[in-house]
């Protein structure tokens, strides 16, 4: 590719869904969730390699994260790596790249990808982003992925699109839904123009300053004096100063789901964005039972479970069905394996507990 494009990491999540494995001090991004020796930011910096250099990646997270991604990446230096004084969502996120791009290179193409997502298949996923890059060349379009769907999953959003007649990789988006019944995920599915949302987008930079500026004009008006502080020893009081301006957003309802210029290519190369315990389990090598054994375990009349500890204790089972077990540190979590819903209210409880468990 002859202008190869900046890549944009969002890594400033806590991955709750995770918890107790994820912790505040090293959410899951930082992880190893797979056992193959990477993290899950490492294996996404590693995957965009093949089309960016290592200059041109930047990782937007928490000020709180700056010595993990200094660790984990340390072919980055300092300046490319932008804290976030606030958790204000991905469309803050992905602002305060864009406008830090902005001014070094304001014909730059950006992928934005989150940093906790698995690909299968990278040649074909590299190959579709290509196809990204190129459409993200005609003015004002904003391109996001979709992943063809094989099952009516309720955990994802979904993006409706109309078919092109000219050939077109790039597809009009006609709506997008947030994470639907199963019911509605069924009909989705059966309809055969709805595909996954993936939370990846392409675009060239001055397209995503105007989709600010037409959509989310308090995030324009909070970012556009940073060309003064960008680079500067101004810039993190700056950056506290802005992001105390503007609300928690996504970039999917505050631009995608309000800009009439939006538009999916398709893609199918093994995604998964590894959001919780029952996806992992998912992705990971089961015993003939259906278990995800990462313990010493003995285990009777126990099936479709995921059991993992930190230590070399005996964990003794029996008679469950669907269920995560799961010791860090000092928690021990026994829930419904598919109780996803709830982590948000475990964790909330541990914390009243205090911190030390979150």
């Not at 590693?46 to 937007?60: G, M, T």
């Not at 949302?197 to 105007?210: I, R, T």
């Not at 375990?297 to 995921?306: A, I």
Request: net charge negative; with cysteine.
């Amino acid at each position: 590719m002859q202008d190869r494009p900046y890549i944009v990491i969002m890594a400033g999540g806590i991955g709750s869904r995770f918890w107790p494995y994820s912790r505040n001090s090293r959410p899951k991004q930082f992880l190893d969730i797979l056992g193959v020796g990477r993290s899950l930011l490492q294996m996404t910096y590693d995957r965009f390699l093949e089309i960016a250099q290592p200059d041109r990646f930047y990782v937007v997270t928490n000020q709180m994260y700056h010595d993990l991604v200094m660790e984990q990446l340390p072919d980055l230096k300092p300046e490319q790596i932008l804290t976030e004084p606030l958790r204000r969502n991905t469309a803050a996120c992905a602002a305060y790249a864009a406008y830090k791009i902005n001014v070094v290179d304001p014909e730059a193409t950006l992928i934005v990808t989150p940093a906790d997502q698995l690909i299968l298949q990278e040649n074909k996923f590299i190959a579709t982003i290509k196809k990204a890059v190129e459409a993200a060349k005609v003015k004002g379009r904003l391109i996001t992925l979709g992943i063809r769907p094989n099952r009516p999953d309720t955990g994802y959003g979904y993006i409706q699109y109309h078919e092109n007649e000219d050939g077109d990789c790039a597809m009009k988006v006609k709506t997008f839904t947030e994470k639907p019944n199963i019911k509605l995920a069924k009909t989705f599915l059966e309809s055969g123009d709805f595909v996954w949302n993936s939370g990846m987008f392409v675009w060239k930079v001055a397209s995503l300053l105007d989709a600010f500026h037409e959509n989310m004009p308090d995030v324009a008006d909070a970012f556009e004096e940073g060309r003064h502080h960008f680079g500067q020893p101004t810039e993190q009081e700056f950056i506290f100063r802005a992001y105390s301006l503007v609300k928690n957003v996504s970039l999917d309802l505050g631009i995608m789901e309000k800009s009439d210029n939006v538009y999916v290519i398709l893609g199918d190369y093994g995604w998964s964005d590894v959001g919780s315990w029952i996806s992992l389990h998912g992705l990971r090598e089961k015993d003939e039972n259906s278990n995800v054994i990462e313990a010493n375990t003995l285990l009777f009349d126990t099936k479709n479970c995921f059991i993992k500890t930190d230590s070399d204790k005996l964990v003794v089972v029996e008679g469950l069905d669907n269920y995560l077990i799961n010791e860090t540190e000092n928690v021990l979590l026994i829930c419904k394996l598919d109780g996803e819903k709830k982590f948000r209210d475990f964790v909330a409880n541990a914390k009243k507990k205090g911190e030390d468990f979150i």
